[in-house]
């Protein structure tokens, strides 16, 4: 929660974490749910196919870890704090399994992610300054949506490829998780207007880190 005596600590921080995660291995918290899962050969166009869509879902959750970190830093009540910087901590975990796949399967990230932390920082700042009930409307609504983009993933890949189907069915769990706590804990529901551009950002994202 931002005040004026911690104000440059705050700041500092989220810049370390920016940088932490955009250049440095991440760390899970969790075992992957594809540790122990045997995966078929698959075929170069089937292989290809994986790592733009884990790439995707690797730039997402670049996204989630600037857009909950964002909101946490203008989180009024302590319950609100500690609830995003749980589905922070947890996003980091898919964060993490996402890029063990990818380099499991001989991809790369998107490198537009610095745009995309960026983005999803500053939005989780207004989101954040909004109020506690509009920024858990915000979680349960992105998670909404991250949840039916990861069905649809789930539908493109490969069932050969079971690791990768292991990691983003735990991950739907997950976001469904958060969404449900997030609209417990107080959120509400955003106006279509908000609803709609936050499809479209999300849209762009997946459409650009599919290419690069």
Not at 137 to 149: C, D, L, M
Request: glycine content about 8%.
């Amino acid at each position: 929660m931002l005040t004026k005596k911690n104000g440059i600590d705050t700041l500092l921080i989220a810049a370390d974490e920016a940088l932490r995660t955009l250049n440095s291995t991440p760390h899970a918290h969790r075992n992957s749910p594809a540790k122990n899962v045997a995966s078929s050969q698959l075929s170069t166009e089937e292989r290809e196919n994986s790592i733009r869509l884990m790439r995707v879902n690797h730039s997402g959750e670049i996204s989630a870890q600037a857009l909950y970190r964002g909101q946490a830093i203008f989180a009024r009540s302590s319950a609100t704090h500690k609830h995003l910087l749980q589905a922070a901590s947890e996003e980091e975990d898919h964060l993490a399994w996402c890029s063990e796949r990818l380099t499991q399967l001989g991809g790369r990230p998107s490198i537009l992610d610095p745009l995309w932390y960026a983005g999803s920082f500053l939005t989780g700042l207004m989101a954040g300054a909004a109020g506690d009930k509009i920024s858990l409307g915000f979680v349960a609504e992105t998670e909404r949506q991250v949840e039916a983009h990861i069905e649809d993933h789930l539908s493109r890949l490969s069932k050969k490829d079971t690791k990768s189907v292991s990691i983003l069915e735990k991950m739907a769990q997950d976001e469904a998780h958060h969404g449900t706590t997030a609209t417990l804990a107080g959120g509400i529901s955003l106006p279509p207007l908000i609803r709609s551009t936050m499809a479209i950002g999300g849209g762009l994202l997946r459409r650009l880190s599919l290419l690069v």
